[in-house]
T-cell receptor, first 113, second 112 residues
Framework: NAGVTQTPKFRVLKTGQSMTLLCAQDMNHEYMYWYRQDPGMGLRLIHYSVGEGTTAKGEVPDGYNVSRLKKQNFLLGLESAAPSQTSVYFC????????????FGPGTRLTVT | GQNIDQPTEMTATEGAIVQINCTYQTSGFNGLFWYQQHAGEAPTFLSYNVLDGLEEKGRFSSFLSRSKGYSYLLLKELQMKDSASYLCAVRVWGYNNNDMRFGAGTRLTVKP
């Protein structure tokens, strides 16, 4: 049981490049989340999903797209990376609407130059 | 809008007790969470309050007052390993909605 995993762990992009961050969970959780964490600003919700095939916008969705084609995977895409997207990205999951313990992945450190 | 406020930094002595406060203003409140995050690591779940009152879990306790929009995390018998950031978060629920909002975190330093 690996819990929540994220790929890659580190990445450096040039402005304008695109990439996809992969989050995978093997706990059969319904809800999945993507956050970014910047110094002094805490965690901010980008997008989330309440089940396979569904996505919803969080607090800071601009510049990102997501997909949840399979229940265990939640993908975060950057179509045209900008330096403002330099951050640490965390994925998390919760079993269902009645649950409260959110499990986090180890994070992806992304630098856009 | 959603506002969650907590002190930026706190310092305490090993073996002492420390209280970290969190105030919030949200609509559709459905639970308050505390997470611990060591530098360079992912947050880990500490506690959850949805009703008013105190929840105790070992050395950690969390209190909630929904009418005041206030919570605190109490850490007893502080240990050096408790040096970390502590994140307050509020879950906001609407129809088909499970939004989470975090405060900026309180960096706690435990000194010998």
């Amino acid at each position: 049981n690996a819990g929540v995993t994220q790929t890659p762990k580190f990445r450096v992009l040039k402005t304008g490049q695109s990439m996809t961050l992969l989050c995978a969970q093997d706990m059969n959780h319904e809800y999945m989340y993507w956050y970014r964490q910047d110094p002094g600003m805490g965690l901010r919700l980008i997008h989330y999903s309440v089940g396979e095939g569904t996505t919803a916008k969080g607090e800071v969705p601009d510049g990102y797209n997501v997909s949840r084609l399979k229940k265990q995977n939640f993908l975060l895409g950057l179509e045209s990376a900008a330096p403002s997207q330099t951050s640490v990205y965390f994925c998390a999951s919760i079993e269902d609407r009645a649950s409260y313990e959110q499990y986090f992945g180890p994070g992806t450190r992304l630098t856009v130059t | 809008g959603q506002n969650i406020d907590q002190p930026t930094e706190m310092t305490a002595t090993e073996g002492a007790i420390v209280q970290i406060n969190c105030t919030y203003q949200t609509s559709g409140f459905n639970g308050l969470f505390w997470y611990q995050q060591h530098a360079g690591e992912a947050p880990t779940f500490l506690s959850y309050n949805v009703l008013d009152g105190l929840e105790e879990k070992g050395r950690f306790s969390s209190f909630l007052s929904r009418s005041k929009g206030y919570s605190y995390l109490l850490l007893k018998e502080l240990q050096m390993k408790d040096s970390a950031s502590y994140l307050c978060a509020v879950r906001v629920w609407g129809y088909n909605n499970n939004d989470m909002r975090f405060g900026a975190g309180t960096r706690l330093t435990v000194k010998p």
